[in-house]
């Protein structure tokens, strides 16, 4: 299912920025959730995923070390905290949810309102 992305913005080279992700609707309450992202000119591509009952991580490789998903499950949201930002990880950042780990690392859509980060040179 789609979700509602928020946080991004302009940071430097080397910055962090933590992204959020809320579900308005109580029926998303067990979904696991996860983060795409979509670069100018490039497809569409999996950041990271967590379980909503056993709190289990996959990343891409690009994420694995610098970026952390983790939850706050008494507010329904996750976020995604990105560290050591490079140029390449400018992308509009969208939000997901679906039953298990396996179906979020394979969401085709629809996709929700993203939110842009832009990591300067």
């Known amino acids: 299912v789609q979700l509602q992305a928020s946080g991004g913005g302009l940071v430097q080279a080397g910055g962090s920025l933590r992204l959020s992700c809320a579900a308005s609707e109580v029926t998303f309450d067990n979904y696991c959730r996860g983060w795409f992202r979509q670069a100018p000119g490039k497809e569409r591509e999996f950041v990271a995923v967590?379980?909503?009952?056993?709190?289990?991580?996959y990343y891409s490789n690009f994420a694995e070390g610098r970026f952390t998903i983790s939850r706050d499950s008494v507010n329904n949201t996750v976020f995604l905290q990105m560290n050591g930002l490079r140029p390449e990880d400018t992308a509009v950042y969208y939000c997901?949810?679906?039953?298990?780990?396996?179906?979020?690392?394979?969401?085709?859509?629809?996709w929700g309102r993203g939110t842009l980060v832009t990591v300067s040179s």
């Open positions: 967590i379980g909503w009952t056993d709190s289990s991580t």
């Open positions: 997901v949810g679906g039953a298990t780990t396996v179906e979020v690392q394979e969401y085709r859509g629809p």
